[in-house]
């Protein structure tokens, strides 16, 4: 029997381990400036092509590397961060497993040009799917100066998962902020095909933020701040008013590393709980110093996920601090103290009984008829004679008997309601039918023709009597339908039109939102909208689809922005269900929103009207019935 297991080739491990560590170019730009940044750099400049898959060359000022550093750094499990295990508990570093040069130097062309602080000539390297070509010595500045050419050439299946490049390029910009909000003491420089994204100078927090979001957001944060034998937390939070529906900043960082944790993320939002909406996400920019031993980074390839050891007190402090800034800053209400039989204390007022000089008229009478000249008429039309006593009596017994008839009228109205609903009610199968059309599936509503048929339960779903039994419809399933067989005979019909707005929308967008507009700008003028670029990141809404009708312009806009993010699809790649449904989901009714009688009714008779009103585009069912055997049994 022959031997079945053998040593994979470096070459093949190392593609092996891109997988896990290289998904796209932005995890080859998190992974190349952390490198820079253990050097000591004070300085990172990042230049792409193509939004990483041409070129991405990341420049720094730091220590640089001699020779044989930079040919062993290529290697596997080469790293300069830790020498033995119990390093692993005092990280200060970011890239430790020593798989991220060499999972790069696999998928893609280097050139590496570096030169360390002590010598005087510096090194350059050219590898080529993990196989050195030259390495020479050669005259270049301190620092290093690494180039990453043809991404995932010789991996065709993974360049063809590479999104477009404004998708790719929005990656980027996203990663790019987290980097900058950590190291703050670094001056940075992002260049896209020749054009300066990004250039910042070495600030405080406050400021980085400002120069990364927008100067706008410098008015909308609350400062928090607070250190325990635990944990120091810092950073700012947004106020509760400029809270956003979609697109929230909000980054956590742990010693100097940016992470996700979804158990932090509940303590936050359990703290704006009631001062903002359901839908809507506040922005935050936390901080948190712990001792290194207490949490463990290696638990995934990316280093985004950190296990905490304290997470429990920490949840504590962190609710405790945010809460507090949120009251000084009279963010959150104000404790309004029950009064109702606490002592009257009156307040010292030294000239409380002094006297003062108060000037009456003794002859004013309220009462009198005829303070007015007899000539002169009232401002209703009649002579002041005509309110004598005497026909001032008749007008009080006119009132009481208009008042008299109302109620008599009130009263009968009541009952003759009552008695319409009662004689209407009994078993389903002798109330009349309306007529459906053919193609509306036979789903029988009970509509009483005085009280309304329908009740939204908690603002998102809505209650009507059926022949099987109660009908729950999920509201905003049911307008997301609606939207998308509309739009979707429109699309096919060519018929976007753009309607002009009567004041132009003003719209301030991130670096990684107008890269992703900037791109989808001419497949949106398709659709009818009606956009201008102001500059940098400004844009202005002058039209938008006429089909859209009531539709916040703003959100539609950066929700069809953020599916383009997630699914990289082409908008307008064929003017059918893409666009529909994009518009569909940009448009349609969230839940929490509350309706009317007369709205929850006209969204029923639309929605039965349809070919196919049971499922959603997703497939996801859109009402589901309560048989009336199922409620009986629940009645006992």
Known sequence: MSDVIKLLPDSVANQIA???????????????????????????????????????????????????????????????????????????????????????AAIAQLDLRTMHKDATVGTRIIINGSKVESQQPEACVQGTNLMVKNL????????????????????????????????????????SNDVTLHSLRRAS????????????????????????SIVSISGFIGLPENARKRNALQYFMVNGRNMRHPYFHKAVIQCYEQLIPADEQPNY??????????????????????????????WQILTAAIRESLGRFNAAPSIDFDVEDAPDIPVFAPDAFAQHDVQLDTAYNPFATSSLPKSAPSRTGVRQSAFNSGSLNTHLQDWEQLYDDFVKKRDDGYASMLESKLNNTGPADVIPEEPAEEQTPKIEMELEPTVSATLQLKNSYILTPSREGLMI?????????????????????????????????????????????????????????????????SWSINGIPSILKDANPRDTLLSMIENVTETGQELASTMHEKIALSLARSSAIKRGQP??????????????RLPSPALTPYGKPVFTILPLDDISKLLG
Do not use: C, W
Request: no cysteine; glycine share 6%; net charge negative.
């Open 205 to 228: 927090m406050k400021q980085r933020i400002a120069d990364l979001f927008g100067k706008n957001l410098d008015k909308q944060l609350i400062p928090i701040d607070t250190d325990t």
């Open 595 to 608: 309706l009317t009688a007369g709205e929850m009714d006209r969204l029923l008779s639309d929605l039965f």
């Open 473 to 537: 419809i999920d509201q905003h399933r049911a307008h997301l339908r609606i939207l998308y067989d509309t739009y979707l005979q429109k699309a096919s019909e060519g018929a976007f039109v753009s309607q002009s707005t009567m004041f132009p929308d003003m719209m301030e967008l991130s670096p990684a939102q107008n890269a992703v507009l900037t791109d989808l700008a001419p497949s949106l003028e398709e659709l009818g909208f009606n956009l201008s670029h102001l500059g940098g990141t």
């Open 152 to 191: 995932f050439f010789n991996v065709p299946a993974r360049r063809k998962f590479l999104k477009k490049d404004s998708v790719e390029l929005s990656n980027i910009m996203r990663e790019f902020e987290r980097l900058a909000l950590v190291n703050i003491g670094v001056e940075f420089t992002l260049i």
């Open 18 to 104: 891109a997988g896990e560590v290289i998904q796209r170019p932005a995890s080859v730009i998190k992974e190349l400036v952390e490198n820079s940044i253990d050097a000591g750099a004070t300085s990172v400049t990042i230049v792409l092509k193509d939004a990483g898959r041409t070129l991405i060359q990341v420049i720094d000022n730091g220590v640089g590397m001699s020779d044989t550093d930079a040919r062993l750094a290529f290697e596997r499990h080469a790293t300069s961060k830790i020498s033995r295990a119990d390093d692993l508990f005092a990280l200060h570093t970011m890239g430790f497993r020593g798989e991220a040069l060499a999972s790069i």
């Open 285 to 314: 920019f936390i901080n948190l110093r712990v001792d290194p031993e207490t949490i463990d980074v290696n638990i995934h390839p990316t280093k985004s996920e950190i296990k905490f050891e304290n997470e429990q007190p920490i």
